[in-house]
C-alpha cells in the first residue's frame, strides 16, 4: 500500500510512525510571518494576544488621567473651550439674582420701618387711651375733689381722719398722672387758669404781670390733656 503526500512531499495521512502534525508550530509561523510584515511596513506589529482570530484589529483604549472620560468615546472635560453663550447666560443669572436681592433687602427695610412706626403710634394711643380713661375718672370725682379742697380752705381737714383720706385720694391720683393745678401767688397763665374775678391786691414782691391770688376751684390736668382749668381770682400790679 502506497502513502500519499501533499505538495511539499510531507505525508498528509498518518506516517509510519503515527505522529500528527504540529499545529503549534504552524500558528507560531504565522504569528512570526505577521510581525514581520509589520517590521517591513516600518511600523511594530500588534501583539499576538492584541490581534483577534479573525485578523481585524481593535482599538485600545488607556485609562486616561484627571478629567479623562471613563467611556470609549466620551467627552473630556478639557475637549472644549469656554462656551461664550454659558457665559453670557450665567453672567443674566447673576445678574437677576442681584437684582432679586436688592429687592428683598428694600422690602425688609421698608417692612422694619412700618413695623417701627406702628409700634410708635400704637404706644402713642395706648398712653392716649388711658389718659382719657384716667380723665374720665377724675371728672365724676370733680365735685368731690372741690369739696375737699373747700374744706381744707376753711379749716376743716387740718387734722383728723377725713384729712388722711383726702390725702390718699389725692395721693392715688397722683399715681395715675393727675396733677393738680392754681397756687396762689402765680403768674396768670391763660392756658391752665380760668379767671372769675378781677380784683384789686397786694400782690408778692417782684410781680410784674396779672397775679393769682386766690384760687376757687383747683384745675386737674393729665400728661397733656387738661381735665379743667382753674378757676381763680387775679389782681394786676400797681
Not at 395721693?171 to 393745678?181: F, Q, S
Amino acid at each position: 500500500m502506497t502513502e500519499s503526500t501533499g505538495p511539499t512531499g510531507s505525508p498528509t495521512g498518518n506516517g509510519p510512525t503515527g505522529e500528527q502534525p504540529d499545529v503549534t508550530a504552524t500558528g507560531a509561523a504565522t504569528g512570526a510571518q505577521g510581525a514581520g510584515s509589520g517590521d517591513a511596513a516600518g511600523t511594530p506589529g500588534p501583539a499576538a494576544d492584541e490581534v483577534p482570530a479573525g485578523g481585524k484589529r481593535h482599538h485600545t483604549y488607556y485609562e486616561g488621567g484627571p478629567g479623562a472620560s471613563s467611556e470609549p468615546g466620551g467627552e473630556d472635560e478639557y475637549d472644549h473651550a469656554p462656551n461664550a453663550e454659558s457665559a453670557e447666560s450665567e453672567g443674566v443669572a447673576l445678574a437677576e439674582e442681584d437684582t432679586m436681592a436688592a429687592t428683598l433687602l428694600a422690602d425688609l427695610q421698608r417692612l422694619q420701618a412700618e413695623y417701627v412706626n406702628y409700634k410708635k403710634r400704637v404706644d402713642r394711643d395706648r398712653e392716649v387711651i388711658r389718659h382719657s380713661a384716667v380723665g374720665s375718672v377724675v371728672e365724676s370725682l370733680l365735685p368731690v375733689l372741690d369739696d375737699i379742697h373747700m374744706a381744707r380752705q376753711a379749716g376743716d381737714l387740718a387734722a383728723g381722719p377725713f384729712a388722711a383720706i383726702a390725702d390718699k385720694l389725692e395721693a392715688t391720683l397722683g399715681r395715675y398722672g393727675v396733677e393738680r393745678l392754681g397756687e396762689a401767688g402765680q403768674e396768670f397763665d391763660p392756658n391752665v387758669h380760668e379767671a372769675l374775678m378781677h380784683v384789686e391786691a397786694e400782690l408778692p414782691e417782684g410781680a410784674t404781670g396779672t397775679t393769682v391770688v386766690q384760687v376757687l376751684q383747683p384745675g386737674y390736668r393729665i400728661g397733656d390733656r387738661l381735665v379743667r382749668a382753674a378757676r381763680v381770682s387775679v389782681a394786676d400790679p400797681a
